[in-house]
């Protein structure tokens, strides 16, 4: 089987949560992205991350930039190439400039250094900030 | 040495740094976070780590709130127990409700699985992704 | 010195290694995968690699395909393509079928949640865990 | 708000999550694992996760042994104490023996080996690994 | 914005990076390495890098080709196939011979190996390591 | 199985491992670390590590405290407090100065940093960094 599987070779479960995508996006089902299409070898994992994925991103207290900048920092600290690439046009669309851009790496790249010095100098967490 | 210095017992450099963190903050030098008490014995360290952080959350074009929902997204997915309670903490004081963490959450689990099914289906870059 | 060695082309000691597993495999050993023509510059890294996997893979109670998925679980989690690439197609040859592997990516995905969840949340370890 | 909430301080939708998890395993709700006394303050996060944790170990064609030794695997590799813990008692209580246990970390510990080897040789994956 | 910018295309601020970079190392700006060529969209970040890795590489009690191999040594573990080849190559040129490398790569493998050990085992720290 | 066996406790394979590692250090086996109290339950994963260990830390070209340092570096980035707080300690009985470990952290942080800015964006590799 290859790595990818398009949509008009896609089994009816797998068909199903493209068509939910394209429509919820507005596009053309043949035009989904990859990862769908190599999720479709697995029809139970790809509609878990369907309805997981809609269910992160419903609309809520937190905007949809933001979502996607968490997002994206999450996948910066794994090192994931393509959710990188695909986050980063999300967020692009939804309204990153190049200097949102910048403030957000200096906060990603502040917050891996901070976290190698908690653990490289071992500091105990103080107490004050526990939660009442 | 012990892992942590009191700031009495800080060389004037190290003291230097947290007499700014200290006034920036409107808090008692003494009452320090246990990081600046570890950073203290390799004071170049510190000043470096605490110019970045400076930099890092300076008023932008993020809001303060978002940037240590960032923060905050890189210590979960890095794992580091200091920063996520330090950082929670400062979420939580910058506004951060139970709904909001609610959110963050799930989008931070979202993002933890789609970075390892890309990776585990070995997912290529889209086309679509790349700017012009 | 290029990033690969072709088997010809090995150094005596090289080719040694490469000569026991191509025998145990039933395979040319100009056949043999890219990992040992990249460690064929680091004879005593390639001699204590290819020792370590005989031993991890030798017969036991843990039936072989249960070991490939132990081995492909800690790849994917670690993000490394290579192993990704070569431990999938072991697991294939060694009867892993497209229903297992979407259970053991459910598996996978779950425990990736888990351990984040875990992390997150700080979770402290029940005592009801403990070995007596 | 404390880090965990013990049941009977739960809410009404985290109490369900609980009863039915409890009811699965036999067990008093009291009783229940700290990973959901932490949980119940996101009771979205938290339904989620559980209906997720259900269906992974749903029967199917990986016996439950196998299950819990790639979620192991995972939680070793993510070096999350918490999960390594709790699943590691759920192991032994599925049968895995000293002697399993051995294999398995042999079999863990070669992957992490491989997996920084493919990376710090920066090893092409082979032709022969890709599906047809 | 495509994702590297040529010297010549560079706003001001960035090509002053440059410059400096290219000065320290005796070469022609255009030759710059494509990691400034990336970082030219942000010149907050690349200021900040740039002169973070001159104070980490300015001379002092440990000689640069140990702070190469420390370098290597973190790039390997996180996995990021750029700072692995680039750092590959500045340890050759400063006289990492092909026997240290095989030396330099058995002590982070067993470090690999020791870390998983002690995380899979959860093994506590022992009170003699602690600094008095 | 309690977590620990002590050295009077451990099977005569388990004791074997121990006395040649006591020996090479001049230290009593009662004395010896926690993390072979808690491999001896698993005497073959015990005497692979110990072996391995063994042949990293042999005499070569690179001198004790540089292999130190390696390994340091790799368990401040796998963020594994046990080998943090062994390691450190190694070092230090090794020569590492004050001095050195600021170097050291600042080398280790900088690397950090330049892992992420490679991922975060995506820098190719540039063909002068591979070897002819």
Redesign the interface.
């Known amino acids: 089987?290859?790595?990818?599987t398009e949509y008009k070779d896609m089994a009816p479960r797998a068909k199903a949560v493209v068509d939910g995508i394209a429509q919820a996006r507005g596009i053309d089902p043949a035009a989904i992205?990859?990862?769908w299409k190599?999720?479709a070898?697995?029809?139970?994992?790809m509609e878990?991350?369907a309805a997981?994925?809609k269910?992160?991103?419903a609309p809520?207290?937190?905007d949809p930039l933001?979502?996607e900048?968490?997002?994206l920092?999450?996948?910066?600290?794994?090192?994931?190439?393509?959710?990188?690439?695909?986050?980063?046009?999300m967020a692009?669309a939804r309204g990153m400039?190049?200097?949102?851009?910048?403030?957000?790496?200096?906060?990603?790249?502040?917050?891996?250094?901070?976290?190698?010095?908690?653990?490289?100098?071992?500091?105990?967490?103080?107490a004050?900030?526990?939660?009442?």
């Open positions: 089987m290859p790595r990818l992205n990859n990862v190599a999720l070898r697995d029809p139970a994992v878990q991350f997981e994925m269910a992160a991103f809520g207290t937190l933001t979502k900048l968490i997002y920092a999450v996948s910066i600290t794994n090192q994931c190439e393509y959710c990188i690439a695909s986050h980063g046009a692009r400039t190049g200097e949102m851009h910048a403030e957000f790496m200096a906060v990603v790249l502040a917050a891996q250094k901070g976290n190698k010095i908690a653990m490289g100098y071992r500091v105990p967490v103080d004050a900030f526990e939660e009442k």
